[in-house]
């Protein structure tokens, strides 16, 4: 297992450098620069700028105030102050090292550097590469009519996407499924992703990974592994996943993601089979050297719905996790980073669907079809363009899915005269369907919803009684009907 870190603490005398898993980048479609990090992209100013050009590993911060205030004529304490915040502030997100790495990234590709302005185009793209996975969780985020590996995009399709997304602004590039790695052309589709100049998350179960095939990834330029796991308990996992053995092959992935120098995420989906050991999926992630962890309790549309009574907890054991989550983000500041999404039946306020529907993200399917929200397919009605056939700047601009609930036209009341509605978006338009039948319904999340009530009772009622068999995740439609053995 790898070494718990300390929190890197900045003083004049630290060596910063980016770890091989951050970045400075020019964002071309936006004419600004950001630090790419998983999953993220930070925005940064023009004397922040300045500052995280001078970082190299080599040159002390205190070297850096003294250059910079040389150069603005500005007062070294000054400075020396906002330098050391600026650079404490990435550090506490595990983006910095103190020394150079012994790592480095591929030089950005010609083509990367090629990319003109555009306005308004979307930061994320979400390849859903397959939907093929050897894992049968019953809260998959997939569809229930899961699509066929004879459908699927080439290597040379995504490649086609993969530019096409960047060219309109798209940084990060979410390398999902399914599971990503049964993909035997998957390093091809990565090499497609480097050249054109994305971010790149592989998003996998682990359970496929080789430690050869891992490091060939990185040697290509692989940035972030997020891994899923389903318990710390293996049996309770392997139940969960309908897997044997796939826990301790998650521990020996996220070892091996370490010591290749990538980033890495545990992404730890919540519910009632897994919520009580949460303190110790925590304590995994720490002890895995990871430098986020995301606790997201699970949204129940597609697989998630046909198990939400065998899924969701109680009221009182949700609220639990609230205290756990916050007393270890002050525990562990600067070593563990948090992403914690909370459990909507017991909210009183919705979540902006992926930022706001058609605002940030396009999910590309296995077979093609771009989706303004990975659960898109579950609201009837909704056509969807494929990327093989349609410009994905006219999807994206133009197309009927994504103008569909994008912005605030659309909204009834009483979302259309509230002051949230340009922060939440109305919510999830695929849980407004699958709760109420209409997607054009407030969340049921929200307070103001007439169906909120109704909506959290029906949680605490089915929290209340014993948990019926998963119905398992399957790729026949009529194996998705059999529940688990009893």
């Avoid at 040389?70 to 400075?79: I, M, N, S």
């Avoid at 706001?356 to 990975?374: D, E, M, Q």
């Avoid at 397919?377 to 197309?399: H, K, S």
Wanted: proline share 6%; net charge negative.
């Amino acid at each position: 297992m790898i070494e718990t870190p300390a929190r890197y603490v900045i003083d004049a005398s630290s060596r910063p450098a980016f770890e091989l898993w951050a970045r400075l980048h020019h964002d071309r479609a936006r004419s600004h620069s950001v630090v790419l990090a998983p999953e993220r992209a930070y925005e940064i100013d023009a004397i922040s700028l300045a500052v995280l050009s001078e970082i190299d590993g080599a040159k002390s911060v205190g070297e850096i105030a003294a250059d910079l205030s040389a150069r603005y004529g500005a007062p070294r304490e000054v400075v020396s102050r906002d330098v050391i915040n600026l650079l404490q502030g990435l550090a506490d997100k595990r983006l910095l090292r103190d020394g150079p790495s012994p790592f480095s990234a591929p030089s950005p590709s010609p083509r990367a550097k090629s990319y003109a302005p555009f306005a308004g185009g979307p930061t994320g793209l979400l390849a859903e590469l397959t939907h093929r996975c050897p894992l049968q969780c019953p809260y998959c985020s997939n569809p229930i009519d899961l699509e066929r590996a004879n459908v699927e995009l080439t290597a040379r399709e995504w490649g086609d996407a993969f530019r096409r997304a960047a060219e309109i602004g798209a940084l990060q590039l979410h390398l999902s499924g399914g599971e990503p790695t049964v993909r035997k052309d998957l390093e091809e589709i990565l090499a497609f992703a480097v050249d054109a100049g994305l971010y790149t998350n592989l998003i996998t179960s682990g359970v496929t990974l080789t430690r050869e095939r891992l490091e060939g990834l990185a040697k290509i330029g692989l940035d972030h592994v997020q891994l899923s796991i389903q318990d710390v308990e293996p049996e309770n996992a392997d139940r969960i996943a309908r897997y044997e053995g796939g826990f301790e092959k998650k521990r020996q992935v996220a070892q091996w993601t370490g010591e290749l120098g990538m980033g890495l995420t545990i992404n730890a989906p919540m519910h009632r089979q897994n919520i009580a050991h949460l303190p110790q999926i925590i304590d995994f992630a720490v002890q895995s050297g990871a430098q986020r962890i995301e606790i997201a309790h699970i949204q129940y549309y597609a697989w998630a719905l046909k198990n939400r009574a065998a899924l969701i907890p109680t009221r009182d054991v949700f609220l639990g996790t609230v205290g756990i989550v916050e007393d270890a983000k002050q525990r562990l500041k600067g070593v563990l980073n948090f992403d914690f999404v909370i459990h909507d039946h017991y909210a009183s306020r919705p979540k902006a669907c992926t930022g706001g529907w058609g605002r940030s993200i396009v999910a590309v399917t296995p077979s093609g079809k771009a989706l303004p929200c990975h659960a898109a397919q579950t609201i009837p009605g909704l056509v969807f363009d494929d990327v093989r056939e349609r410009d994905l700047a006219d999807i994206w601009l133009n197309g009927a899915a994504f103008n569909a609930f994008r912005g605030t036209d659309w909204m009834r009341e009483p979302c259309r005269s509230c002051e949230r509605r340009e922060i939440d978006f109305g919510g999830c338009r695929c849980q407004a369907m699958a709760a109420i039948g209409d997607p054009q319904a407030t969340d049921p999340a929200c307070h103001l919803s007439p169906a909120h009530e109704a909506f959290a009772r029906l949680g605490e009622s089915e929290a209340e009684a014993p948990a019926p068999p998963f119905i398992y995740r399957r790729m026949s439609a009529e194996a998705a009907k059999t529940a688990e053995p009893v």
